[in-house]
């Protein structure tokens, strides 16, 4: 069974992801802060992690970086899920090295979609 | 036969060899050309007039000179004319004075310096001479031409003042400019950062507003009734038309601050039309409305793909919205004046000719759709219309109530810079 660690600091859209992905037969673990989510992912690794990029202390491109720069977690899959909006925040995230970008409000259809895509090819 | 006014060549006993007819005058031919009539000429001239020898001794002068320096001429046949210059430059003088006499030539002297003269009385004066070589007897003399300028002088040094205050301040205006354009750059910067942060804090909520609203009318967590299902759609249909009411304010307002950018690249037009009438099928479906492509452009544009899509969908969107069930909405193209030209046209119930200025204002929603309400964010036109100026065309509206509308914007065909 697949393991999807969310990283999100409102307890609203936690649940909202949670929910979502259950629905799909996935097991969540949740991360209000970057770094809950490196204390998790060293703890299990999970199969995809999906991240918000407005974290209070160390931001969402900032866990990216250590999570790229550490042999055992680098190639893990890291979908940006944000509300930012602006023409260019796709490109900016996919450079940073995010292997993919959600705009928040999300679409549960385009959520679900991505998800499977990166698990279940 | 008549007198002639002027004396013909070769008829008058006055001519001079070098063919030049006397002047029409009182003199008699004698008179024209002798020593007298020079003389008189000499001292009538209107700048003075020295002829000096190589050592500098002055040895003809004329009335002027006399006048413009103070001295009667018999205290000037006593002078050296480095008497007539200012003693500071008296040592100078006498150096150009010797480089003239080995290589004299006609020329104006000192060409570029101020020169002064100094009068009997020790004043000084600005002063403008020419200098001629003179042959006398194998003897070289320097004629001297000297031209009082004290009043232009004063007449430059007024105008140079008056220029120098004006550029004084103009440079203050221009400080002061500057300071005000950081003050508006940075304005416009904390402005962006709000736009920025406001977009993010009012589409966080959204999110889950939006999603659990989805999640319910999906029904996986238990079956609603009719009127929960009624509600629900409701909370869902509102809280996306906040979400689209968010999205057109933050886009319209950088549009009009100036601050939207174009992403412009080259594109195959036909497909990107294609994707947007593929969005509107359903909207178009549910009210059994036929939606065609009657458009002929094959080749490729240079645009914003995304912005183009946004401006296509607008009017798409607006003509099944005004649409009555069963009409028809459909797309034509044509080229004019190097320029594609897209119409949007609807069988719909067409806008007043009072009303047509006014539908691309801001937040103006014409009357009601064909459902009976207002829908939309009554900035959908304004946003359009910007988007296609940015790109260098015009929109333009062809429209009577009950005989449907024709919005029709143009593109011009352009290459990417560069090319």
Partial sequence: MALILIVEDRANSR???????????????????????????????????????????????????????????AALPVVAVTANAMPGDREKVLSAGFTGYISKPVALGQLREEVNRLLRP | ????????????????????APAKGVESPNEIFGEKRFQQLLEAAPDAIL??????????????AEKMFGYSRTELYALNVDDLVPAAMRHGHKQRRASYTSAPQMRPMGSGLDLMAQRKDGSQFAVEISLSPNRVNDVVRVVAVVRDISSRKLAENKLRAVQELFTAELE???????????????????????????????????????????LLMEEVEGPLNPKQKRFMSHILQDSRHLLQLINEVLDISK???????????????????????????????????RLENKTVFLDPVYADRLRLKEILYNLLSNAVKFTPDGGSVWVESQ???????????????????????????????????????????????????????????????TSRPGQGSRFTFSLPLLGPPGL
């Avoid at chain 2, 300071?179 to 709000?194: G, H, P, T, W, Y």
Wanted: charged share 25%; glycine share 8%; aromatic share 4%.
């Fill in chain 1, 15 to 73: 649940e909202l992801l949670r929910t979502v992905l259950e629905q799909q037969g996935y097991v969540v673990q949740e991360a209000g802060d970057g770094d809950e989510a490196l204390s998790r992912i060293r703890t299990q690794i999970p199969d995809l992690i999906l991240m918000d990029l407005h974290l209070p202390g160390r931001d969402g491109y900032d866990i990216l970086r250590e999570i790229r720069n550490t042999p055992a977690m």
């Fill in chain 2, 1 to 20: 036969m008549t007198d002639s006014p002027h004396p013909k060549p070769g008829n008058n006993p006055a001519e001079q060899e070098n063919g030049s």
């Fill in chain 2, 51 to 64: 002829e000096v020898d190589v050592q500098g001794r002055i040895v003809l002068v004329n009335e002027t």
């Fill in chain 2, 172 to 214: 203050a205006k221009n400080a002061l400019l500057e300071a005000r354009n950081r003050d508006v750059e940075q304005a416009n910067r904390l402005k962006s950062e709000f736009l920025a942060s406001m977009s993010h804090e009012l589409r966080t909520p959204l999110h889950t507003v939006i999603g659990f609203s989805e």
């Fill in chain 2, 255 to 289: 549009i009009e601050s100036g601050r939207l950018e174009l992403q412009a690249g080259t594109f195959e037009f036909a497909s990107c039309l294609q994707e947007v009438m593929a969005g509107i099928q359903q909207q178009a479906a549910s009210k059994n409305i």
């Fill in chain 2, 335 to 397: 080229i004019l004046d190097h320029a594609l030209e897209i119409s949007v046209c609807d069988t719909g119930v067409g806008i007043a000719e009072a009303e047509q200025e006014n539908i691309f204002e801001k937040f103006y929603q014409v009357g009601s759709t064909t459902k009976g309400v207002r829908e939309g964010t009554g900035l959908g036109l304004p946003i359009t219309r910007k988007l296609v100026e940015l790109h260098g065309g015009t929109i333009r509206l």
